[in-house]
T-cell receptor
Framework: GEDVEQSLFLSVREGDSSVINCTYT??????LYWYKQEPGAGLQLLTY?????DMKQDQRLTVLLNKKDKHLSLRIADTQTGDSAIYFC???????????FGKGTTLSVSS | ETGVTQTPRHLVMGMTNKKSLKCEQH?????MYWYKQSAKKPLELMFV???????ENNSVPSRFSPECPNSSHLFLHLHTLQPEDSALYLC???????????????FGPGTRLTVT
């Protein structure tokens, strides 16, 4: 079945870069997404990448997609304490009726 | 503020109670979703409504009953819940069926449900 895997925790120092990795199994996924969840809040869409792209950059965020290995990563440059949150990778197919989420990576940023 | 609101934000209910969760989206979307988020588990899709018609029901127990009276509102009616149903219930919406759309889902803040 479809599955999305992420490491559960990542700890970095303020100012460093963070790289959160994700692997997925459904090769028919059309879009891959990164969501952020702060304590007590719902999920906020950070960015997404279309499956025919290798990279997408949006300010401090860089998404890399290796479709052959079904590997997705999110790099956050100059990580700030406000970036501390849970980051979810998700995949969606063409119909877009359901997203498959990973368990989330908790990013902890220390000053 | 994502344009999706949920009420109440917190709910404590006994196993014999009946309560309802409400979701409203102000984005003009045509699809709405209920997800369950439990500790240490992936987000679980519960129900999907497209144009007010239920298109997915992921083997959810009948003690959860969704209702979608129009494309802007979604309810989750709860009755005779179990303690293991305690979780964060998230509502989301998206725009389906549009050529070139990226199908991203916009989430509400969730209702933290505790069943005692």
């Amino acid at each position: 079945g479809e599955d999305v895997e992420q490491s559960l925790f990542l700890s970095v120092r303020e100012g460093d870069s963070s790289v959160i990795n994700c692997t997925y199994t459904d090769s028919s996924s059309t879009y891959l997404y990164w969501y952020k969840q702060e304590p007590g809040a719902g999920l906020q869409l950070l960015t997404y990448i279309f499956s025919n792209m290798d990279m997408k950059q949006d300010q401090r965020l860089t998404v890399l997609l290796n479709k052959k290995d079904k590997h997705l990563s999110l790099r956050i440059a100059d990580t700030q304490t406000g970036d501390s949150a849970i980051y979810f990778c998700a995949e969606g197919d063409q119909a877009g009726t359901a997203l498959i989420f990973g368990k989330g990576t908790t990013l902890s940023v220390s000053s | 503020e994502t344009g999706v609101t949920q009420t109440p934000r917190h709910l404590v209910m006994g196993m014999t109670n009946k309560k309802s969760l409400k979701c409203e989206q102000h984005l003009g979307h045509n699809a709405m979703y209920w997800y369950k988020q439990s500790a240490k588990k992936p987000l679980e899709l519960m129900f999907v409504y497209n144009f007010k018609e239920q298109t997915e029901n992921n083997s959810v127990p009948s003690r959860f009953s969704p209702e979608c009276p129009n494309s802007s509102h979604l309810f989750l009616h709860l009755h005779t819940l179990q303690p293991e149903d305690s979780a964060l219930y998230l509502c989301a919406s998206s725009q389906e069926g549009t050529v070139g759309a990226s199908y991203e889902q916009y989430f509400g803040p969730g209702t933290r449900l505790t069943v005692t």
